[in-house]
């Protein structure tokens, strides 16, 4: 009796030693993730200056262009929203950035660098040190860019540019602040690469999440190297996280059990990172397909513009980026977790001479809108006008495009239209561009109201391209829909014997949002009929029809 009492106290001594010991690794190891956390939340804001500050220099940059190129007489260069009290004698004073949010507090970057230092003995050496070094770089980098910021204040203050005709002392200062957003990105990413390896391995039911950043990271790197071969797989490798994450927020108490998650599934942002890894998705596509950037940004180039522009709109973002919402997420746990580090946006600096070069090009060129070599149209409209269809976005943009591009035609572009929504019907036989006003009757007389029958409106508009084609021109079946139908074996296979008779099928879609399942089936059907796909919105909507009419040039 005596002896099982000594065993049973043995086993919960033992227990209590086991629970303790782990206690005070968990313990451990959440004080080594605050202080690695503190490294990450000192460059995120310090990426969020970055930030305001390269859209002031793009616009600063282009003020100088048109200054140099004798098309303004001043510069103008304010940078007091995100620079308060700023001075320099030998030494930082104060280097704040605002909140996103108007009038929020400010922050202090100069205290978010110190308190790396508070915890930092809970990380192991030598990582500690190398970790400190990549730090105090980036904190002297951003020291020099706001010491240039300062400098190009000054400059334009005291009117400096009326002396300095050439520009020679801000274009030296621009691409001096080029380097420095460089050297600021290496620097992140060595800090990047130190707090992944002291990161411990994080719990099975985090793993889709952590796959989402990884490879929404990986896409947003591609679109910045300009790599677009990379994107296929890694954005198939993204949907596949994004599918295994979209299973567990259905039963997301069960499969977070555990870690004693205290949140709501919408307010804590896991589905927000799941609909902006969606985004990520489309966008890289975009990028891929050299969609369509505003003028502004011609002169920088597909990748810049798609990077700045369209893919940290989504990864970063300040407080309202997939990063971020992965951080405020696992901030909800029991435990503390490594967080993810924002994206350094990049600056280039475009001389007046590319703008210049730019513009003679445009000028010798036709118009963007412009016909002009194109081979003559034989354009068959075939156009969905389902009930689904009943929105402005879809409906009333699609008649306004197909508008524009009449007015754009000539008289040996023939245009026909042919609705479906229950039976297919042609409103309009082939009627050449000469008589805009017809063309333009059958467009308005279009009511939304029935269900998407495709098959039957194919095959018609099939038949009148045929009867109109025109040797050595465009025949072109353009079918526009918000995607709400079946694409089945037996379509794709009719759609793909039809273009063996140099008719070609490009598939539209009119809606407001593009579902990536939607987009893969409307570019399969696109494919297989020799054509083009495109998600048409309003920013774009002119220019797809026209690259659509542009798509055959005169032999």
């Known amino acids: ?34 202080a690695v956390n503190s490294y990450i939340k000192f460059t995120n804001e310090t990426i969020h200056l970055l930030w305001d500050l390269h859209v002031k220099l793009e616009r600063f ?39 996103p949010a108007e009038g929020g507090v400010l922050v202090d970057l100069r205290d978010l660098y110190e308190q790396t230092s508070v915890g930092n003995g809970y990380i192991p050496m030598p990582q500690r040190s190398i970790l400190n070094k990549y730090r105090d770089e980036l904190y002297f980098s951003l020291i ?75 896409i947003l790197i591609a679109v910045r190297d300009d790599q677009p071969k990379k994107l296929p797989q890694l954005s198939r490798m993204l949907q596949a996280s994004v599918e295994v994450a979209e299973r567990m927020k259905k039963n997301t108490r069960a499969n977070l059990l555990g870690l004693d998650l205290y949140y709501n599934v919408e307010s804590s942002g896991y589905g927000h990172m799941i609909k902006y890894a969606e985004q990520i998705q489309l966008r890289a596509d975009e990028y891929t397909r050299k969609g369509w950037m505003p003028e502004d940004f011609e002169v920088y180039g597909n990748a810049y513009y798609f990077y700045n522009e369209r893919m940290l709109a989504v990864f970063n973002h300040h407080k309202y980026g997939i990063a971020a919402y992965y951080n405020r997420f696992i901030g909800f746990a029991n435990r503390v977790f490594v967080k993810e580090m924002e994206e350094v946006p990049l600056f280039k600096v475009i001389s007046p001479e590319k703008v210049q070069m730019l513009a003679d090009k445009k000028n010798n060129t036709p118009g963007p809108n412009s016909l ?51 039976d297919a019907r042609v409103i309009l036989n082939p009627t050449s561009a000469l008589f805009k006003a017809e063309i333009k009757s059958a467009i308005r007389s279009m009511r939304p109201g029935g269900k998407t029958k495709a098959m039957q409106g ?24 918000d995607g709400a139908f079946d694409i089945n074996d037996s379509i794709l296979k009719y759609v793909g014997k039809k273009s063996l008779n140099s008719i070609s099928l490009s598939v539209l879609l009119f809606n407001k949002l593009e579902n990536i399942r939607v987009a893969e089936e409307l570019t399969r059907l696109a494919n297989r009929g020799g054509g083009n796909y495109s998600h048409v919105q309003p920013e774009n909507a002119k220019q797809v029809l026209i690259m659509e009419a542009n798509s055959v040039r005169r032999q």
């Not at 005596?2 to 209590?16: P, Q, S």
């Not at 943009?397 to 229950?422: A, C, H, N, T």
């Not at 099939?462 to 526009?480: D, T």
Request: net charge positive; proline share 2%; hydrophobic share 40%.
């Open 1 to 34: 009796m005596c002896r099982r009492i000594w065993v049973v106290v043995f086993i919960v001594l033992a227990a209590n030693l086991v629970g303790n010991a782990q206690n005070t690794r968990n313990s451990r190891t959440d004080k080594k993730h605050e």
């Open 61 to 99: 940059n282009k003020e100088a262009n048109m200054y140099k190129l004798g098309k303004s007489s001043s510069l103008t260069f304010e940078t007091r929203q995100f620079v308060n009290d700023f001075a320099f004698n030998s030494k930082l004073k104060a280097v704040c950035a605002t909140k």
């Open 144 to 218: 020099s860019v706001l010491g240039l910021t300062d400098s190009l204040s000054q400059y334009v203050r005291i009117r400096q540019y009326r002396v300095d005709k050439e520009l020679t002392h801000v274009y030296g200062i621009l691409k001096e602040m080029a380097k420095l957003y460089g050297e600021i990105q290496f620097q992140k990413d060595q800090m990047e690469r130190l707090c992944k390896q002291l990161s411990e391995p994080i719990p099975p039911a985090l793993k889709s999440l952590q796959n989402i950043m990884n490879y929404s990271r990986e």
């Open 372 to 422: 002009q070599g194109a081979a003559s149209n034989n354009m068959v409209f075939l156009l969905d006008v389902s009930a689904s269809m009943d929105r402005p976005e879809k409906l009333n943009l699609l008649k306004e495009s197909i508008s524009f591009l009449v007015d754009q035609m000539r008289p040996e572009d023939e245009v026909s239209i042919i609705i479906y929504s229950g």
């Open 458 to 481: 194919l095959k018609e508009a099939y038949r009148v391209a045929e009867r109109n084609f025109i040797a050595g021109g465009n025949n072109r079946i353009i079918m526009a829909s």
